[in-house]
């Protein structure tokens, strides 16, 4: 399974865009890299997955290089209810087999 | 709709007790997942069952014994708890492989 490394925590104003980067080095071809987002006290919610070069929706976009080797989680204009742990994850997403792995996450604080 | 119940939301307990957590997903999925969040935050895979077959079984002692009597619940069941045994267990499920994940609200359970 690839590992994952990102910050342990950033900060930032609201109103500010917030990228959030992910190495992977050992990433396979296989893999898709997905990020989930968790409030206190729930459960990791999905925001965004992709493959390779940019995936944007609603929530946020995933930029990913052509090596893959790392991925930048951006959240654009982030408020107080952005404030949350942001995981990165790495697998290959038609395996049962292979449960996503989640790593130590980057707890995000927004301020006012 | 909730798409992924589990019951009970919080569970006190004393060491040697033996307790079960049930889950429960309406999304139609066909793997679930047990996920263990321990007082660090480290959310780490415990089970994974595709169609009711155990598909994964991490390094987990064996008082921990998940039933899956159909393909829409997962529950958990852990015999002799100890202290250890304390932390926040997440139910999970996707369609095929881990490609998204929906979770649970999560179980605290402490064990006195």
């Known amino acids: 399974l690839a590992k994952t490394t990102q910050p342990i925590s950033m900060d930032s104003y609201e109103g500010q865009e917030v990228n959030i980067t992910c190495s992977h080095n050992n990433i396979a071809t296989n893999d898709y890299i997905t990020w989930y987002q968790q409030f206190p006290s729930q459960g990791p919610r999905f925001i965004i997955q992709?493959?390779?070069t940019k995936v944007t929706n609603e929530v946020a976009s995933l930029f990913i290089p052509a090596d893959r080797k790392s991925s930048t989680l951006s959240l654009p204009r982030v408020s107080l209810s952005d404030t949350a742990v942001y995981y990165c994850?790495?697998?290959?997403?038609?395996?049962?087999?292979?449960?996503?792995?989640f790593g130590k996450g980057t707890r995000l604080s927004v301020i006012a | 709709d909730t798409a992924v119940s589990q019951t009970p939301k919080y569970l006190v307990t004393q060491m040697g007790n033996d307790k079960s957590i049930k889950c429960e997903q309406n999304l139609g999925h066909d793997t679930m997942y047990w996920y263990k969040q321990d007082s660090k935050k480290f959310l780490k895979i415990m089970f994974s069952?595709?169609?009711?077959?155990?598909?994964i079984n991490e390094t987990v002692p064996n008082r921990f014994s998940p039933k899956s009597p159909d393909k829409a619940h997962l529950n958990l069941h852990i015999n002799s708890l100890e202290l250890g045994d304390s932390a926040v267990y997440f139910c999970?499920?996707?369609?095929?492989?881990?490609?998204?994940?929906?979770f649970g609200e999560g179980s605290r359970l402490t064990v006195l």
């Open positions: 994850l790495v697998g290959d997403r038609g395996s049962g087999n292979t449960p996503l792995v």
């Open positions: 999970a499920s996707s369609q095929g492989g881990p490609g998204e994940l929906f």
């Open positions: 992709g493959y390779k």
């Open positions: 069952y595709n169609n009711k077959e155990l598909i």
